[in-house]
């Protein structure tokens, strides 16, 4: 019964097209949950964007460079893309583990993955916040910086 519910989202994901509100194609953002089975089925390298409500350089990578074709492209082809509000309050399991957001009603409610992947030594937690992630799981690069659509191309198609 698993392996059939496996092998429909899988089939779900690779065969549904992610459109956005024109019709125009959109990034196919997965949750952990979503990236987990997705993972086992189809090992492939994955993008994790950290983002808050209140990060006006994440708004505006989501206006212009989430929007770019090429960048969608690459996205929706060569990776898992992973989005995540860093300050949401749900429950994730993944790997086995289970993460939350023990700062939940503390200032600066910062959940436990995006601490976990994206903290810098000596460095406060920042955004934007975007993770590279090899198909091992393995991070290879972290960006804390507003990225244009050029540079996310020129990052994502090495």
Request: aromatic share 10%; charged share 20%; hydrophobic share 45%.
């Amino acid at each position: 019964m698993h392996a059939r519910i496996l092998l429909l989202a899988i089939g779900l994901l690779s065969v549904t097209q992610a459109v956005g509100q024109e019709g125009a194609p959109t990034i196919r953002w997965l949750n952990f949950e979503q990236l987990q089975v997705a993972l086992l089925a189809d090992p492939r390298p994955v993008f994790i964007d950290f983002y808050a409500d209140w990060c006006s350089a994440c708004h505006r990578m989501d206006r212009q460079a989430y929007r770019d074709p090429r960048v969608i492209s690459l996205l929706n082809n060569a990776y898992y893309a992973v989005k995540m509000d860093i300050e949401s309050p749900d429950t994730v399991e993944f790997g086995g583990h289970t993460f939350l957001n023990e700062r939940i009603n503390q200032v600066n409610p910062v959940h436990q993955i995006p601490l976990l992947m994206a903290s810098r030594q000596d460095k406060p937690f920042s955004l934007p916040a975007m993770i590279l992630l090899d198909e091992n799981f393995v991070a290879t690069d972290r960006y804390f910086q507003y990225l244009s659509a050029a540079q996310l191309v020129e990052i994502l198609d090495r």
